[in-house]
């Protein structure tokens, strides 16, 4: 194992940093049961996975400024994947094989009962003509108890000569690692070929720390964006599912807003790690999700969590606040007739508290009914038109205060589904608004809408269509309301949702 003073000291550094700094951050001024950074900066999620009883979610970290910078890993422990509670930093770029940064990666746990993260580090080799470092990734480990981790000596572990020639060395991130029923172990990993083809390739191991390279999973073949980040894959449901974050999308209708996260559906082929390609999608329809990763709950569930955010938008929150950054709320994946369902994890409901119900309301011009109010809620709306002739539109109004709210618009005919945050309080000129497509159920439409404090999420269809999206409005915005053009009947379900509970 690596020791070494620099080791020590930028870890050190790291953790005396959120003593002193973290530990001052209210839990007032933070979302209510949306994981944020202890204090700084946060990005992807990492080493999300269940170890010893509890559920362990690292984040993508520099704790220092509301900024990116040198990436260290953050931490967090929960029962529940909804109070979250938070572990020292575990990782700083502290060795010469990730001086530049500890990048995205997932936890397993070993037969001994240590823990091992596998990650990227970055390093720098040289400078180009114009001066700027020349960066390397390739695949590190640390092992641990759940608190502390000490570097494998030997790191990197997967190096990055292991790539085809031509390959491009400073794309070879974000492994993602699982155990096979034989228990071997796998990862994939994200890399970019010499033109800036995204491609996840294959790699396995018997130990963990001794990896060999299998073979190429899938390319994107320029369809998608460049670089394909944060791949993982996984079968659900009888189907091979793969999820990706393709960096530099066209934006391409409300599939694809220039960015976004994907999933594909399909088999692997006869050499077992060829991925045959049925569906692709969008993960989520919304403006801030990305680089999902998944794991496998103790009860055999498949959840999802992913960074609520994009990355060019991270400018819409005003800074002035000592955290940046939040996760979505974790979700159980199904797959069912080709698409990929996400449901909000069912612990959620042991939050809900008061609950205000209301049934067949006849909307039909801007309706505000009793208790139905409040930034933290779970809120279930069915709702159709009030006779076939009234095929219009529905609005409901959340966050709303004297100036601001925002909108999530279903219009009855089309199916289209739009939230729109224009009006949210918010002072950048970013990308506002979103869409999705959503088919009605037996004549209803049906709406989920988590909202918390600085977030809002929408799951619609069952969960066939999600869409997530961070809003800047200020905490006295509690207002909810309603409205048609045409004339609809709603039933809602409203809880207040509560983190105490
Ligand atoms: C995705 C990503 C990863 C990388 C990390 C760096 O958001 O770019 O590919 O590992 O963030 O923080």
């Known amino acids: 194992m690596m020791g070494g003073l620099d080791q020590t000291s930028k870890l050190e550094a790291a953790r005396a940093y ?8 209210g839990g007032e001024g933070r979302p209510a049961y949306h994981l944020s950074p202890y204090v700084g900066w946060m990005n992807d999620p990492n080493g999300f996975s269940c170890y010893k009883g509890q559920y362990h979610l690292f984040y993508q970290y520099h704790p220092y400024s509301t900024v990116w910078g040198p990436m260290h890993w953050g931490h967090a422990v929960s ?14 770029p502290d060795a010469s094989f990730d001086e530049a940064g500890c990048f995205s990666g997932s936890a397993i746990e070993l037969d001994d009962g240590r ?18 470092p020349v960066s390397r990734q390739a695949q590190c480990v640390a092992i641990g108890d759940g608190v502390d981790y000490e570097k ?21 991130r974000d492994p993602k690692i699982w155990r096979e029923e034989d228990g071997s172990y796998r990862c ?3 890399a970019a070929a010499e033109d800036g083809d995204g491609c996840v390739l294959l790699f396995s191991s018997e130990d963990a720390l001794s990896w060999k390279y299998v073979g190429e999973v899938t390319r994107n073949g320029h369809r998608f964006g460049m670089m ?11 189907k091979e599912v793969l999820l990706v974050s393709p960096l530099k999308m066209l934006t391409a209708e409300y599939e694809r807003l220039g960015g976004c996260a994907l999933y594909c559906i399909g088999t692997l082929g006869e050499d077992g790690h060829t991925f045959v390609e049925e569906t692709l999608h969008a993960i989520d329809y919304g403006i801030d999700f990305y680089a999902p990763q998944t794991t496998l709950t103790p009860d055999g569930r498949r ?11 991270t400018r819409l929150l005003l800074p002035d606040r000592r955290w940046f950054g939040q996760m979505t709320v974790p979700r159980e994946l199904r797959v069912r007739d080709g698409r990929l369902f996400q449901w909000p994890v069912r612990e959620i409901e042991d939050l809900r508290g008061t609950q205000v119900a209301y049934q067949d309301v006849t909307v039909d011009d801007r309706t505000e009914l009793e208790g139905i109010e409040g930034r933290c809620a779970d809120i279930v709306v069915r709702v159709r038109p009030a006779t076939e002739a009234s095929l219009g539109s529905f609005t409901v109004n959340v966050a709303e205060g004297q100036d601001c ?22 002072r950048r000129m970013v990308v506002h608004t979103c869409a999705c497509d959503v088919t009605p159920t037996e004549g209803y439409f049906d709406l989920r809408i988590l909202l918390d404090r600085f977030s809002i999420e929408v799951f619609a269809g069952g969960g066939e269509q999600a869409m997530s999206m961070v809003i800047p409005t200020e905490l006295a915005a509690t207002g909810i309301s309603f409205d048609a053009k045409g004339k609809v009947v709603m039933d809602i379900e409203k809880y207040a949702l509560d983190t105490d509970r």
């Not at 029962?79 to 700083?92: I, Q, S, Y």
């Not at 823990?115 to 700027?132: A, D, K, M, P, S």
């Not at 709210?405 to 918010?426: F, I, K, Q, V």
């Open 18 to 25: 959120e003593a002193r700094v973290g530990s001052c951050i």
């Open 79 to 92: 029962e529940d994947l909804l109070h979250w509670a938070f572990l020292p930093c575990a990782l700083a």
């Open 115 to 132: 823990q091992l993260l596998l990650y990227t580090g970055v390093r720098h080799e040289g400078v180009t003509q114009e001066g700027l």
């Open 152 to 172: 494998a000596a030997g790191n990197p572990l997967i190096h990055d000569s292991v790539l085809p020639a031509g390959w491009m060395r400073q794309n070879f």
């Open 188 to 190: 994939v990993v994200g």
């Open 228 to 238: 394909w980040e944060c791949p993982d894959l996984f079968e659900l449901d009888g």
């Open 303 to 313: 959840v999802m969590i992913a960074w609520m955010q994009n990355w060019d938008t």
């Open 405 to 426: 709210r925002t909108t999530l618009t279903l219009d009855l005919e089309t199916g289209r589904l739009c939230l729109d945050r224009r009006y949210s309080g918010a």
